[in-house]
């Protein structure tokens, strides 16, 4: 994500400072607060996860870097429904 930001929109930033706001973000922010209903696990716990470098992004953080960068995020994927965020 972050190689993206820098070359399509010149927004230079770490791995680790982009995990921390989004985490940051999803924490602080109510409205964000309404997707901890779309995780299958208790919301500190998603967040502590998602706060550890190396864990996968998914469609709620990516949905947060969107937000966060007011851009859309296009998802290229191997199954034929193509879906944006």
């Not at 967040?47 to 992004?57: A, C, F, I, R, V």
Request: proline fraction near 1%.
């Amino acid at each position: 994500m972050c190689e993206q930001l820098k070359y399509k929109l010149n927004i230079n930033i770490s791995h680790a400072h982009l995990r921390r706001a989004v985490v940051e973000h999803l924490c602080n922010n109510d409205t964000a607060n309404l997707t901890k209903h779309f995780v299958s696990e208790p919301w500190s716990s998603y967040l502590s996860k998602m706060d550890l470098l190396g864990t996968y992004e998914d469609h709620i953080t990516l949905m947060t870097v969107a937000v966060l960068h007011e851009v859309q995020i296009i998802v290229l994927s191997t199954t034929k429904i193509a879906t944006l965020v």
